[in-house]
């Protein structure tokens, strides 16, 4: 799976991205219903784009009552609007503050990858915003069988 | 947002400071079209509202604030702010711009402008958030310098970064130095013909603008992305702007030594002084020799725009704006500084107090020059200034904001303080007949920048460096000695610059050619908008800025250099070339060009009918010229 990979330090706060995620997510360019997000910190010149970072185990998706949250063939959690009766209870459960709920339409909304081609990506000048595919190494397998009493594996299959 | 007209947030936000009403006028679709934004409505709501008795200072004198069309949309260098309003130094028109976020953020608020109006009967700053509009104390915030009353507002309103942008001046403004700026969102400044001083004398500290929740709409957001793109790939690959994307105007010091352009001690050389590194002087060590970041502008992709941290010397560790080239040069070379650590100091002192930073170069060296000729004494300045010394120059900022001893003076600007000490001392002292500070450059190596400078009407250049000429019909190089080619470049150009100034962009992202500008105000705005109409538009503001400057005393028998300004180089590049000998030649040139009336200076009739400013024959010709 393709995902949004962020690398903060070459980001120079210009704010493209939310233009362009604001386009896709409503049609006009309003930063306010972006759902990527640049942290700045002027007095440091300091940026940081967050945004959803498509958990594999999705809070939002579990907390969901109504089971509007579902995955998309590009891999993200999505909000079905149809489903969606506002309760904000996702909001509430993503540990990352990235599920958003818009008082005009009273549904929750957040990254969906612009289905398979996320806009933020595509319009960053600095390549600050990467789509890129995701590492599938067992990174704790191996921290794992390193602490692991020896033989303590053996013959389990 | 059906409502909303595409580009536009429809509406111009008033604040009359007399009484504290605050309003919103609409925008209608006729003078979006006629005007575009930013110079041009600035233009128009100055002819239309500021009388000929209303000088800088009165509470008559309007202040625009206005950005254009392209502001919040995903086109490079797009938040852009055109101060519009009748300055201190000439007191003529001005229209004067920084870039930053204003443009951007005022925009999701729902407005294209902000006009001031009025006198405030005590300090205030203007609070903008949505629809919600209101004029608060600003008691808090006197004395703070531009980048302190930011901070000040950030931890008052708890916002940080962009999503907060703080327009303001700092103690030279409060204080009506004549050059004082109007600085914003860290480094950005409309810095020309005293606009600060405007804003100071109508009590207002500050603007700070919430960024909206409103969204802008583009007539064709794909075709308007599709030319972004274009405009980026023009700007990243034309030879003619490669280095501007790569370093900003970093590259200035060197190329304009070359060409005898780099002003050096008050225009006394054009040489690099001897023992100076000038390696140091180079785009990339200018750059690599601070640690430093991007601090772009809404939407931009530019390499331009830097924060850095000085790396040595007695203000090690300070954060401070990447200097521009006008800032090596008036903070630097202008006053004999060679060292960039220094300079860079220098130059953010400067924005922090709200001075700008050409006039203050051509200031600060006057004075240096007197010291070191006796024209001004220890006695008089208060201590010993000589050539290059940075601390001195920063106690001459402090000295200028307090108006103290002789800084009570030196806030009226080089033109009015070096004809008040008078003899030797005014000869030395560079500025233009009419009052505005010219830029960092040696003009006398640049004839097509002082002509620009001298007939100008906005209270700095109009027309500005050449970009692809070949779209006016004219030759992609010329002699720049050549008085007939200099001024017929610059009367064709006219228009370029106040149109790319009405858009809400940035001067430097639009150096691509014009077509593309069109067409990409015609994606967000679903105009059929092509070049002619282009030029026209900027055309009509900057004549019409001429027109108000007339209808003020301004005319053409003080349009010319100031002696030294105007003097002949002693070495150098084109060390005895005299612009002054070409003088009349280069006017007659203009004059013929422009269609501008050579002895009254008054834009012909049948000029102003081609520009659609029949109604602006009579007030300028008289009853019977109409027919």
Known sequence: MRVLKIIPERCTGCMRCELACSYEQTGTFQPSKAVIRVSSFEGHTSYAPYTCPQCAEAWCLTACPVEAIGISPAGAKEVMDDICVGCKLCTIACPYGTVFYDPDSHKAFKCDLCGGKPACATVCPTQAILYVEAGTEDWLGSFAAERALPGALAGVR | ?627
């Open chain 2, 1 to 627: 947002m059906a409502d909303t007209p595409y580009a536009y947030a429809g509406r111009i936000l008033r604040v009359d400071l007399s009484t504290g009403r605050i309003w919103a006028d609409p925008f209608p679709g006729a003078d979006r079209r006629r005007w575009i934004g930013g110079a041009g409505l600035g233009a128009k709501i100055l002819w239309e509202e500021v009388p000929a008795h209303a000088g800088w200072d009165h509470p008559d004198n309007r202040l625009v604030l206005a950005t254009g069309p392209l502001a919040g949309l995903p086109v490079w260098g797009t938040g852009g702010l055109t101060v519009v309003t009748r300055g201190a130094l000439t007191n003529g028109a001005t229209s004067t711009q920084a870039n930053g976020f204003f443009g951007a953020n005022l925009k999701f608020c729902g407005y294209d402008a902000i006009v001031f109006q009025g006198q405030s009967p005590k300090w205030v700053y203007l609070h903008v958030t949505d629809d919600k509009v209101e004029l608060r104390d600003a008691s808090s915030l006197l004395g703070k310098d531009t980048w302190e009353t930011q901070q000040a507002l950030e931890a008052e309103l708890r916002l940080t970064g962009h999503r907060l942008s703080v327009y303001s001046i700092g103690p030279a403004g409060e204080k009506l130095a004549r050059f004082a700026a109007i600085q914003g969102d860290y480094g950005h400044v409309a810095s020309k013909n005293g606009c600060g001083a405007v804003m100071g004398k109508k009590r207002v500290k500050a603007v700070a603008i919430e960024r909206g929740a409103k969204g802008v709409a583009a007539a064709h957001p794909h075709a308007l992305l599709a030319t972004s793109e274009e405009m980026a790939h023009s700007l990243k690959t034309d030879p003619s702007t490669s280095s501007l994307y790569q370093y900003g105007t970093l590259p200035g010091v060197r190329n304009l030594h070359g060409m005898g352009a780099l002003p050096i001690r008050n225009y006394t050389t054009n040489v690099w002084p001897e023992g100076v590194d000038v390696k140091l002087w180079e785009a990339k060590s200018l750059r690599e020799g601070f640690d430093h970041r991007g601090h772009q502008c809404s939407a931009c992709g530019m390499h331009h725009c830097h924060m850095q941290v000085i790396r040595s010397g007695p203000h090690k560790g300070e954060l401070v704006d990447e200097p521009e080239y006008e800032g090596w040069a008036g903070a630097g070379w202008a006053i004999g500084a060679t060292d960039p650590q220094q300079v860079s100091w220098l130059n953010t002192r400067l924005d922090r107090a709200c001075l700008d930073v050409n006039e203050f170069g051509w200031l600060c060296g006057w004075v240096m020059e007197c010291q070191q000729k006796g024209y001004i004494t220890d006695k008089d300045l208060g201590f010993r200034l000589e050539w290059g010394d940075v601390e001195g120059a920063g106690r001459l900022i402090q000295m200028i904001c307090r108006r103290e001893g002789m800084g009570d003076l030196l806030a009226e600007g080089v033109k009015i303080a070096s004809e008040k000490i008078g003899g030797k001392a005014a000869e030395c002292a560079i500025y233009t007949m009419k009052g505005e500070s010219p830029r960092g450059h040696d003009h006398r190596s640049r004839w097509e920048e002082m002509l620009d400078t001298c007939t100008a009407s906005s209270g700095t250049i109009d027309s500005g460096p050449a970009v692809f000429p070949t779209e006016f019909g004219l030759p992609a190089r010329i002699s720049p000695q050549d008085p007939v080619a200099v001024a017929r470049q610059v009367g064709t150009l006219r228009g370029r610059r106040h149109f790319e100034d009405s858009l809400g962009a940035c001067i430097f992202t639009t150096r691509v050619p014009i077509d593309l500008l069109c067409r990409s105000l015609a994606a967000a705005t679903g105009w059929d908008f092509r070049r002619d109409e282009a030029i026209r538009a900027g055309r009509r503001a900057v004549t019409l800025m001429r027109a108000f400057n007339l209808r003020c005393g301004i005319g053409p028998g003080i349009e010319k250099p100031s002696k030294r300004y105007g003097s002949t180089p002693v070495d150098g590049p084109i060390a005895g070339v005299s612009i002054m000998d070409q003088w009349e030649k280069l006017l007659d040139t203009w004059y013929e060009t422009t269609g501008y009336d050579r002895a009254s200076g008054r834009p012909l009739p049948e000029t102003l009918r081609a520009l659609g400013l029949e109604d602006v024959i009579e007030p300028l010709w008289g009853a019977g010229a109409r027919a």
